[in-house]
């Protein structure tokens, strides 16, 4: 989760919700949660689990930057 | 307070030497939960532990225009704020292993800088639109 903060703190375009899914479980229905983490990247799920920085960086902005 | 001594260790390790000031923003409903006030104990400690941690607690009624203005989607809603709003926030009680995880996110934001790789930031200036990332997570 804290690769998420960073990279909120690097960019403004960027903003983070940090959710427990135990108070809003109806988020891990939707997203069709089976791990965690999961992260969601504007209401896809882009990251599933604990991941090294690049591949997270990489599935996070992937659909955004065009990055490969 | 966190009901047990090795919480309380994790918590004053987890802010022990931050480098400039933090602010939390608890926003919560003006009548309490159990589970409210269980939260709220939580940010209270990890506050008591550090002088640099402040916190402020927003027990009022459901205000659209506020939450909307503050950019939360619900309460209750912790908003961890440094030399500026990074967007960041937190819903849920960070307890069990996200309490460490909320540390974490508490020393970043002291820090004020990302700490990320030239090859992450670069990503991060390519970025044409806004994003916003939900991470689900479970206080086991």
């Known amino acids: 989760m804290s690769l998420s903060a960073r990279l909120a703190i690097e960019s403004p375009r960027i903003s983070v919700d940090v959710v427990n899914i135990a108070v809003l479980p109806y988020l891990a229905v939707r997203h069709g949660v089976d791990d965690i983490p999961t992260t969601v990247a504007n209401g896809k799920k882009a990251c599933v689990g604990v991941r090294p920085e690049e591949a997270f960086v990489r599935e996070v902005l992937r659909p955004r930057t065009g990055a490969a | 307070m966190p009901s047990e001594p090795q919480q309380q260790r994790v918590i004053d390790h987890g802010v022990r030497g931050l480098a400039h000031p933090v602010t939390l923003l608890y926003y919560t409903p003006d009548v309490p939960s159990t589970a409210t006030a269980a939260e709220r104990a939580m940010l209270e400690a990890i506050a008591a532990a550090s002088d640099r941690v402040h916190l402020e607690v927003l027990a009022e009624q459901w205000d659209a225009a506020r939450e909307e203005r503050v950019r939360i989607a619900r309460t209750p809603a912790i908003v961890v704020n440094g030399a500026q709003d990074y967007g960041i926030r937190y819903y849920g009680t960070p307890d069990g292993y996200e309490l460490e995880t909320f540390l974490a996110i508490i ?12 090859a992450s930031r670069a990503a991060v200036r390519a970025l044409a639109d806004p994003l916003h990332l939900e991470v689900l997570v479970a206080p086991t």
């Open chain 2, 107 to 118: 020393r970043a934001v002291s820090e004020g800088h990302s700490g990320l790789s030239e």
